[in-house]
């Protein structure tokens, strides 16, 4: 039997049995881990077989270089996906084949994601943040989910000009409920294999749950994206523009050549892209400083004394901030938003380093590997932002450094995340607003007197790494500036006001299944 054996020039990898290839010993959780295991066994490029199919896993910067980047022609392509595509209507940029169409797309997203476009949208970005402090000094136990408000608010005011004021609103809910679908839906060995035998794609609907699982996911993603579209157009008939991006798109459609439904999955991609990213990192982040106190105390000390306590930060004061940048870099390497990227594919046969890499194979970036490399990183494990003040990549004396990046974690080529200007400042000004405001740290167990112990592998399992919600206490570092923010927040309200706008009812969806 052919089917699962490794081609002899493929890259390496673990043995094969027939038909399956690795499928058996391909991780369902977590499966950075194991892959990153296997980089170390089998080197930086390596290949696992799943039945017929190929995987290519790249675990250094040099191989996500000159694969990624210099030969993103090739390997900027998405791999097939039955279910994402009857979810998404084959519209969703971040899953979306290689086409026209996705050019399109891209290229309309650039307008408001170059570095010039997203510094537009500072103002709601910088109110947003103050509304976050503002609910962490009110509610804080509640800041797992504050964090999520903000992150979905602020691309839904940059995007759709739309704010939401609480978490407990229609539409964050259908929001939530539509990525929690997707998750579902993507989720890798939950469903029969429907891309590798296409077949399964004729089995009636009532035996085929998965089929209706992608079917609801559909109702639902449409519905609430269109739903967004709908407010922004309503605000445009009102003459109550606010200057979102989308507003442009719906005025020039026929420049941009993209319908109505196009650019209200356009919308939804940016919010689903960029609310639960941003949401990972800022949770990741509040993990480690109630884990790491002395890391919370020597970015403290940095704001204190480029800052001062008499004003909140500002996004131009993060340039004088050194230390609050090295663990912003140390954060994306520690606990890796997103540990192996969206898989990119090959469009086409290919040649790389002596090996062949076959049409429709998939690709995925391995951050996880790549940062936690004990090659190029001194303890990798260990959580040290000082080693981004040693050097700009953080590695250890004598590594060789002309192939990195510092902004790996967002993927590369032509697929690189465009969001990741908008990403930049938001983390930026909310590292900046939470330590100058706040003071992490660990309950205190009752039992011993002494701090709980800080669980920093508690994750949630999905395409993101994110956190387990977790018991922190947050306190102001002072009543004045516990008084700053209710007067910041004051103002941040006005800004909120062009971006609340008259209440659009939702109307309901069939859930059913
Ligand atoms: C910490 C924040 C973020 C991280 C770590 C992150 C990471 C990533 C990664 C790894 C990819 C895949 C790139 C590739 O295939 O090589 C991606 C794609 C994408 N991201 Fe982000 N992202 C973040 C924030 C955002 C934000 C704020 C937005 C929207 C404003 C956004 C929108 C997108 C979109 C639309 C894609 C799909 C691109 C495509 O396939 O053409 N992301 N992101």
Not at 332 to 347: C, D, E, K
Request: glycine share 6%.
């Amino acid at each position: 039997v052919k089917i699962g054996r490794r081609e002899p020039n493929l890259p390496p990898g673990p043995p094969t049995v027939p038909v399956l290839g690795n499928i058996h010993i391909f991780p369902t959780k977590f499966a950075f881990f194991k892959l990153t295991e296997w980089a170390r066994k089998y080197g930086d490029i390596y290949s696992i077989k799943i039945g017929p199919k190929t995987i290519i896993v790249l675990s250094s910067m040099k191989a996500v270089k000159e694969l990624i980047d210099q030969q993103s022609g090739l390997t900027c392509d998405r791999p097939k996906s039955y279910m994402a595509d009857t979810m998404y209507e084959g519209l969703f940029t971040a899953l979306m084949g290689y086409s026209e169409l996705w050019r399109r797309l891209r290229k309309t997203m650039h307008t408001i994601l170059t570095p010039n476009g997203a510094a537009a949208h500072q103002s709601i970005q910088a109110a947003e943040a103050t509304q976050l402090m503002h609910d962490m000094l009110h509610s804080p136990k509640l800041y797992f989910t504050h964090i999520e408000r903000y992150s979905t608010s602020v691309i839904a005011s940059i995007v759709f000009g739309k704010h939401f004021t609480h978490f407990n609103c229609p539409e964050m809910e259908a929001i939530f409920k539509s990525i929690e679908t997707g998750v579902k839906v993507l989720e890798p060995g939950a469903h029969p294999p429907i891309d590798q035998v296409p077949i399964l794609k004729y089995i009636p609907e009532r035996w085929a749950k998965w089929k209706r699982l992608a079917k609801r996911g559909n109702r639902l993603a449409s519905h609430i994206y269109l739903h967004m579209l709908s407010i922004c157009e309503q605000r445009i008939q009102r003459g109550e523009e606010n200057g979102c991006f989308l507003e442009d798109v719906i005025k020039n459609k026929d420049q941009y050549e993209l319908s109505r439904r196009q650019i209200s999955f356009l919308g939804g991609a940016l919010l689903d892209g960029g609310a639960h990213t941003t949401s990972a990192f800022l949770q990741s982040l509040v993990l480690c400083l109630t884990a790491f106190p002395d890391t919370q105390k020597k970015a403290q000390a940095e704001i204190d004394k480029v800052i001062g306590p008499d004003r909140v930060p500002q996004l131009e004061d993060f340039a004088r901030l050194p230390y609050c940048s090295a663990l912003i870099n140390e954060m994306h390497r520690f606990r890796i938003v997103g540990p192996l990227g969206i898989p990119h594919a090959t469009l086409d046969d290919g040649m790389y380093r002596g090996y062949f890499l076959p049409k429709e194979s998939l690709i995925f970036i391995n951050s996880w590997g790549i940062y936690h490399d004990p090659d190029v990183y001194e303890d990798p494990e260990t959580f040290n932002p000082d080693r981004y003040l040693q050097n700009k990549f953080g590695v250890k004396a004598g590594v060789d450094v002309k192939d990195f990046r510092n902004n790996i974690i967002f993927g590369g080529g032509r697929r690189i995340c465009p969001g990741m200007h908008v990403a930049n400042a938001s983390l930026a000004l909310n590292v900046m607003n939470l330590l100058w405001a706040f003071d992490f740290s660990a309950p205190v167990d009752s039992t011993t007197g002494k701090p709980c112990v800080v669980d920093t592998f508690k994750y949630q399992e999905g395409i993101f790494y994110q956190p387990m919600p977790f018991s922190c206490t947050i306190h102001p570092r002072s009543a004045a500036k516990a008084a700053i923010i209710e007067d910041e927040f004051e103002d941040a309200c006005i800004t909120f006001r062009k971006f609340d706008g008259v209440p659009v009812e939702l109307p309901s969806v069939d859930e059913t299944f």
